[in-house]
Every structure is written in structure tokens, then in C-alpha cells.
């Protein structure tokens, strides 16, 4: 059974960093497209982040420059680092496996997410 | 604002059905890319409904139905349930940004 379950989210001030952890089980994080995806209290989804199976990755404008998406082979997680946060960077963040198709790239599978929240 | 559109709300009764709208442009659903939709409901992770513009992955039901034609995408749910009420998100690619998108979201009720 596909699972993925994020932590790390915490209450941090502004200019802070952060590190979110998703750790997956029932498949391999290294074969696949993972992909973080963040949710602004009471607003709609919005990309951050994805990663590709062979290291490629690629970033939202809004985070490019701050904030960094890897992955741990040996603990089949993936990891989003966070810095110079802003209050703006205030969501539940989602982990999320992504599969391609012939043309495009969806999330089938999700974490619950964790929450980060940027205040001083 | 959100580069594909949909309606911020729509409702239906029990056994109806209903339409979601997603509008898009020609750098994302009129290029060609999929539009796929996710179904989120009340404090819960999203929850993948529809891929590829029209599939549906194992376990949804065929009540829910993806299309897509020019640069929009529709999601239609027949007989309307309870538990069908939610929000749902649709999400493709956009070359102009270089980035997934996803819809404003629209929020089903169940009346």
C-alpha cells in the first residue's frame, strides 16, 4: 500500500528555515516523480516543488532561489528545504507522487500534509 | 488569480447532476496538456478523481467523467451524493510559466 506521511511543519519567524521530511512506503521515492504542493489556509492548491527520478527538479517562481527539493535513497524520503521564510510561505505543505502521461504529469497518490506557519 | 479558472461555486441536488468548469489558454490546456482533477474533501488530503483528461483511476466511481476540448476541461458528477460534497481542483502544465497549475478550486454542495 502507497504511503506517504510528511512532517517537520512547525511555527517559525520570518527569515527562518525549515526542513519537511515525507517519508513514503510501498514504493521507491528514487524511481518516481515526487512533488511538494502547498495549501494557503482557506485557499486553493498551489505547486511548490517537484523532483524527478533522474534529479531534475524544478521550482514554483515564488520559492525558486529558497527553497530546495531532495531525497534520501537509504530512508526512501523526500525532504523540502525552506529558507528565508515569508509570511506568504504559510500552508499545509502536501507531498504528493506524480506519474506522467503522454502529455502532462498528475498526483496520485498524497501525504496529509504538514503545516507550516511563518510569524513573529 | 489562477491561470486555469473555475467557478467558485455549484450546487445540486440529491440525484442531479453537475458541471465544473475549467478554463484555460493557450499556453496549458490549448497546447495539448492534460488536465487532471482532484477531489478535496473538508480537512483532508486531495484525492486524485480523473487523469489524462478522461481516466479514472481504480476504485472512483463512473459517476464522475472528465473532458476536455479546446482550451477548457469539464468535470461532470452525476447522481449527486452526500459525501460528493467537496472541493474540486483541476491542474495541467503551462509552458508560458514553466510550472504545474492548478484551478482556483470550486466548491460542490450538495443541497
Known amino acids: 500500500e502507497v504511503q506517504l506521511v510528511e512532517s517537520g511543519g512547525d511555527l517559525i519567524q520570518p527569515g527562518g528555515s525549515l526542513r519537511l521530511s515525507c517519508a513514503a512506503s510501498g514504493f521507491t521515492v528514487t524511481t518516481n516523480y515526487m512533488a511538494w504542493v502547498r495549501q494557503a489556509p482557506g485557499k486553493g492548491l498551489k505547486w511548490v516543488s517537484t523532483l524527478y527520478s533522474g534529479g531534475n527538479t524544478y521550482y514554483a517562481d515564488s520559492v525558486k532561489g529558497r527553497f530546495t527539493i531532495s531525497r534520501d535513497n537509504s530512508k526512501n524520503t523526500l525532504y523540502l528545504q525552506m529558507n528565508s521564510l515569508r509570511a506568504e510561505d504559510t500552508a499545509v505543505y502536501f507531498c504528493?507522487?506524480?506519474?506522467?502521461?503522454?502529455?502532462?504529469?498528475?498526483?496520485?497518490?498524497w501525504g496529509r500534509g504538514t503545516l507550516v506557519t511563518v510569524s513573529s | 488569480q489562477s491561470v486555469l479558472t473555475q467557478p467558485p461555486s455549484v450546487s445540486g441536488a440529491p440525484g442531479q447532476g453537475v458541471t465544473i468548469s475549467c478554463t484555460g489558454s493557450?499556453?496549458?490546456?490549448?497546447?495539448?496538456?492534460?488536465v487532471h482533477w482532484y477531489q478535496q474533501l473538508p480537512g483532508t488530503a486531495p484525492k486524485l478523481l480523473v487523469y489524462?483528461?478522461?481516466n479514472r483511476p481504480s476504485g472512483v466511481p463512473d459517476r464522475f467523467s472528465g473532458s476536455k476540448s479546446g482550451t477548457s476541461a469539464s468535470l461532470a458528477i452525476t447522481g449527486l451524493q452526500a459525501e460528493d460534497e467537496a472541493d474540486y481542483y483541476c491542474q495541467s502544465y503551462d509552458i508560458s510559466l514553466s510550472a504545474w497549475v492548478f484551478g482556483g478550486g470550486t466548491k460542490m454542495t450538495v443541497l
Open positions: 489524462g483528461n478522461y
Open positions: 493557450s499556453s496549458n490546456i490549448g497546447t495539448g496538456y492534460d
Open positions: 504528493a507522487r506524480a506519474r506522467t502521461g503522454t502529455t502532462g504529469m498528475y498526483h496520485d497518490y
